[in-house]
């Protein structure tokens, strides 16, 4: 019922921006508590940041500054706008939505971005 789908990632030169965002493929008209993770290779996933359906963010790295999160509610998407790219920023990007007390229930298959020169 609710199918996270991410889109945008790609190939990005070191200083340069990527724009990623997760769209719900489901069926249902709800608003969710909306996540992005990513992971390195050889790493953990990691959390980026989280937005509530009323647009309030939390970012894991208090060294951010670079990322920023949000909605746009008529598209019913959740964006990850990414500045100053970084080669550690490589790696798998997903989405997750459905906080149910611990973890998210619903993630999507996620998009690559690569950070190279």
């Known amino acids: 019922q609710v199918q996270p789908v991410e889109s945008g990632g790609g190939l990005a030169q070191p200083g340069g921006s990527l724009r990623p965002s997760c769209a719900d493929a489901?069926?249902?008209?709800?608003?969710?508590?909306t996540a992005w993770y990513r992971q390195a290779p050889g790493k953990q996933r990691e959390l980026v940041a989280t937005i509530t359906p009323a647009g309030s963010t939390n970012y894991a790295d208090p060294k951010k500054g670079r990322f920023t999160i949000s909605r746009d509610n008529a598209k019913n998407t959740v964006a990850l706008e990414m500045n100053s790219l970084k080669p550690d920023d490589t790696g798998v990007y997903y989405c997750a939505m459905g906080w149910v007390g611990s973890s998210y229930r619903y993630w999507g298959q996620g998009t690559q971005v690569t950070v190279s020169s």
């Open positions: 489901g069926s249902s008209s709800s608003s969710h508590t």
